[in-house]
């Protein structure tokens, strides 16, 4: 019997002999191989705009706009355009400078919150900038300024538009007119704002009992689907159109919540599922993101608040980006539009600390590294142990395709102090590991197990304290580190493994 | 588990939940024609996958339209799941993704409105294969000229286990934004990572319906879950801790949570007790928040929970009875500002009244905690999946009683009867719930060595309806009565009608009186027909200084 042609046209079905239906369908026997002998991938995998936004790792969340100036972290709506005056424009490179120094990546600024007071000069509402209450207000274009500090720093940028506006008239009223009129042009013109964004930010929040002034209707609302309301498939296919590396954070189903705002994901973080654990066996590729407070009181600033310190916020780093998590972490720009100068003190405290602290990767100066299995190489490319410490990111250790679990084994001439071991897995092909052991040796031949209860999946990052605690700061002393993957969905593949 | 079917592609569903889920506009592509699509192929989400890079050459081939490989009668029913002659073949590719799937360009677009449709399609996948399939929308905004069709519009995965080897009848709810149109559907056969694998497997698809009802065609289980019955919660943040009910003021009755499994099945252990017109209050104790509180019955005991809601609140024989959320509104009709039911700990469903005319029986009873969802499953939402927020399902019989039941007993060579005036049990009724005591009365020449007590709803009937005990038959030895012949029955098995047979054998008169005989050697014994022993037995009846005892 004949195979149908490539796709099978009805209307040929219809009179062609020739393609008439197979009474018994035959399989194809066609083989591919995939290059190089590299693994075949564990779906799923992150797509390129995923595995490049997993990358900025660590970004800072700039809460902005008009609740700084009513002392408020959700309007109402109903804030009259003249409150929102700054007494400097605001300077989004000064926000961009000081996180940078604590060694951040990137940043999202909001620009319009749920009180719908926009940021920039729209053309979907007067409820903007354009009618501020001063000439600093009404000079304030956020997107427009933020992008291009970004762009200056080599940072990577993005932006917090809440699909909830209390403001907009059409918001909630059983018709798509929101939509069609307010949101999806509003989120064209964020993204004109640069092709080279990274993330935009949609807030979960959908009305409720919080009681809005929607066009002056003053009343509760509240939708039942946001993922259909807001179009988000269309809309995200939008904004890719323009921005093609920009994820869709939140409901936009490109990266996740990583279920609380406290700081922390689990030890056990599936890149795939929902919460601080993830899940093992979900089907798309959608890792999570924290979302934490670097001050003591709200998203927006407020008189009187003040950070926390950099041991604080590095204890958050290490049970965030430590944990296969990106952390965005929240720095208010005061009425001034400027980071508070305790802020910006804070932010250099925790740079140093980060570069102190993992700064100074022992694994390269190891006289030795061995590994118990290493996959056999292809025709450009092997699988090398020395490709852990290349810092090539396309490169990676591997075993062959049986092999679930092998060890990598580090000596170095003279004892040393280790603190943490951080282990990378080559995501491109999925992740993989779900088990795990460190163990630290003096004489090569008494291991002792190193966080032992805390050593399950890897994923894009893995920082383990050797002390078990991220709280503590204290060293294991040892000759030899020995890192055994236990069980993995699939051959282990690893790209970096440091040691501090 | 198998349990029934029914006819594929009867004009009426298995399990139809009436004029609120009416079949409008339904699209149908059987593959017995070229109707209903315009042309087929394979797709992948995938952005690497071989098949759209090109390095697989032929990707067409990948389908076909084939005879259906299965047309065999189901064993017990006699009846083909799907008896079509031609069904749709995908080879599922191990160089695939977990999204790979067979794609259909549809003949009519499917315009979408802000309801979720459903689609129903028949899959069958070889021995060995269980994973879940997933549907995947292709389509645009029809008021975008320049979009391509082939944006992603939604993913929507199978719930639960799928058989292997032989036909399932899925459904998919899907929902986009009202501008949206599908243009075509993709449907995943293995939703699994196929790096593992080394050969490929043929998967068979048939029977593709859209349309606006969420049931199944085929019926194959009773009372079904949307996920693994055997699933372990998923999050530490959420959890039901324990049920109460509340019936027309009464003490409370209290159902233990599992917390190891979102699925709790207690209908073997817990019974609900209410008659005909009272008030059932459910209290559900969670911990977490942004959770609701549904309760279902199934009256016609149909094996199914079919919600019933017009204007907001449940209709004349909804089988959802009582929520806490839905789209809006509790099963009162009040505005609610969102599905965030639990108050200090506590989600209270509004009461809900046991229709006057319910017959007297037992029905199943479900309790779910849930967010804005009536399918007494668990919400299917790939964003808002029961077991992912935290949701879970308890299960329990509802026992609808009057307040006295009948009594009977029948059987040869002796009698039982109404312990307090020694008269025949066959005309009486006696309270529901309360211990009653009989007495056996052997005739003349017999002793009883017990009774058979069958106890509950139908007892002619099977004891299990749809996985729901109807009864208990219980034996109680003759060493449970006391002196007088008499047995207390337990109030617990009061539970309905009281079936009893008295067990007589032929013999003398039981032993009622058992003592520990003491040690006395020195006194004359005699057996239990009178002769005289040389001792005592070392086991069994006899009689020393004229009390019978037994060893």
Sequence with gaps: ?500 | MFIAWAQVFTPSFIGSTGANHATLMAQTIDFESTTGYSRLGVYDTWEQSPFRTGAIASPSLYVGITDNPDTTPDQETAIAPNASAKVLAVQRSRFGSNTFGARIDLAEKIEMTTATRYVHVMVLKPLGETSNVMVIGLGKRRDWDDQSPDTEQFWQPSSGTIADGRWNDLVFPIATNEYVDIHSLVIVPDLSSPHLRTSDFVAYIDNIEVNDNPKPRIVTTFYPVNFDAEQAPTRSDRQLNSISITVSGETAQSITVNKSRVYNNQVETKFIKAKPGSKVTVKMSYSGNWMSGYAYVDWDNDGQFKPLIADHVPTVGSELVSYTYLDGYNSLGTTQANGNSVVSGTITCPAFKIPEDTPFGIYRMRLKVDWNDDDAGGNINANNLLVNNGGCIVDVLLNVHDDNVDISANQLNGDVLSAADDMALSDKRIPFGRSYKVKAVPAPGFTYTGIVLTHGYNLDGPQYVHGNKQFDVDSIPAASFNTDDEYNIPAAKVNGEVRIEGLFTPGPTAINTIEPAPHSPDTAVYSIDGRRLASEPRSGVFISQGKKYLR
């Excluded at chain 1, 654990?277 to 998203?299: H, V």
């Excluded at chain 1, 950070?307 to 001034?336: C, H, M, Q, W």
């Design chain 1, 1 to 500: 019997m004949k195979h149908l042609q490539t796709y099978l046209l009805v209307a040929c079905l219809a009179c062609a002999t020739s393609l008439k239906a197979q009474s018994q369908f035959e399989p194809v026997t066609e083989t591919y191989s995939y290059a190089d002998n590299e693994p075949a991938p564990v779906h799923p995998v992150p797509s390129h705009r995923q595995l490049l936004w997993q990358e900025t790792e660590f970004y800072a969340f700039f809460h902005f706009g008009m609740n700084t100036f009513t002392n408020s972290e959700w309007g109402n709506g109903g804030e009259a355009e003249s409150k929102f005056a700054p007494t400097k424009v605001p300077n989004p490179r000064q926000w961009l400078e000081t996180v940078k120094a604590a060694g951040m990546k990137g940043g999202i600024a909001v620009v319009k919150h749920h009180d719908g007071f926009c940021l920039w000069p729209t053309a979907t509402t007067t409820h903007s900038v354009v009618n501020a209450g001063n000439d600093n207000g009404r000079n304030t274009n956020i997107p427009e300024a933020f992008a291009a500090a970004a762009r200056e720093l080599d940072m990577k940028y993005g932006f917090y538009v809440s699909p909830w506006d209390l403001n907009s008239q059409y918001w909630g009223d059983g018709t798509s007119n929101y939509v069609n009129k307010v949101f999806l042009p509003q989120c064209i013109e964020l993204a004109k704002y640069g092709s080279d964004q990274f993330e935009m930010w949609f807030d979960g929040a959908t009305g409720g009992d919080h009681a809005g002034y929607y066009g002056g209707a003053n009343t509760t609302r509240t939708i039942a689907n946001a993922a259909t309301y807001y179009d988000i498939p269309n809309l995200r296919q939008k904004v890719h159109e323009i921005a093609p590396n920009c994820v869709i954070w939140g409901v936009g189903d490109e990266a996740r919540w990583i279920g609380n705002e406290a700081g922390w994901a689990g030890e056990t973080n599936w890149a795939m599922g929902s919460g601080e654990s993830g899940n093992i066996n979900g089907w798309k590729w959608k890792a999570g993101e924290s979302d934490a407070k670097a001050t003591n009181m709200g998203w927006f600033w407020h008189s009187g608040e003040s950070p926390k310190s950099a041991n604080e916020l590095f204890k958050i780093y290490l049970e965030t980006v430590g944990r296969n998590a990106t952390l965005i972490l929240n720095f208010p720009p005061d009425k001034s539009g400027e980071l508070p100068a305790a802020d910006v003190t804070v932010l250099k405290q925790l740079g140093k600390l980060i570069n102190d602290r993992l700064g100074t990767d022992k694994a390269k100066t190891a006289t030795h590294v061995e590994a118990s299995a290493t996959r056999s190489a292809g025709s450009t490319r092997n699988y090398e142990v020395a490709n852990l410490t290349d810092d090539e990111k396309d490169t990676y250790w591997a075993t062959d395709d049986n092999t679930l679990s092998a060890t990598i084994t580090l000596e170095w001439e003279e004892q040393q102090s280790l603190y943490y071991v951080m282990l990378m897995e080559y995501i491109k092909l999925g992740q993989r590991v779900k088990n795990f052991t460190i163990e630290t040796s003096i004489d090569g031949s008494t291991w002792t197990k190193r966080a032992a209860s805390s050593t399950t999946t890897i994923g894009y990052k893995r920082i383990v304290p050797l002390s078990g605690s991220t709280s503590n700061y204290s060293a294991v002393k040892a000759k030899y580190l020995r890192i055994t993957v236990n069980d993995a969905k699939g051959c282990p593949t690893l790209h970096t493994l440091s040691v501090f």
